[in-house]
């Protein structure tokens, strides 16, 4: 997609902090963070929102949880927990059109939902 801000990222056409990549996934902090720890996951592969997973793509949204885990550990974030937020749709509160999970921790989280 070539509007697509985390296609660019992905490209390297657009800098960002990378704390993870594989050929499938990267992990990169966010630039508007809503905790002292706030890190995006994405697929290198374009899928726009939640609701646009197929059965092909199981293996990669397993994989990316497990990512997810590799992440908290390597920002010292597992032992005392961490939320994990994927937001859906315009109404869902996504900004960028392309699947992406929000990971949250460095202090204790409230109840208010944010990402």
């Not at 939640?50 to 590799?70: A, H, P, S």
Request: with cysteine; proline share 3%.
């Amino acid at each position: 997609m070539e509007n697509c801000v985390f296609c660019k990222i992905i490209k390297k056409e657009i800098p960002a902090e990378i704390v993870y990549e594989d050929e499938e996934i990267m992990a990169f902090k966010d630039i508007n963070p809503a905790a002292p720890v706030h890190i995006l996951v994405i697929p290198k592969k374009h899928i726009e929102k939640l609701t646009d997973i197929t059965t092909e793509d199981e293996m990669l949204i397993g994989k990316i949880y497990t990512v997810i885990n590799k992440v908290a550990e390597k920002m010292g974030i597992s032992e005392n927990g961490f939320r994990v937020i994927a937001n859906c749709g315009e109404n869902g509160g996504q900004e960028v059109k392309h699947i992406h999970f929000h990971i949250l921790g460095g202090k204790r989280l409230g109840d208010k939902i944010v990402g």
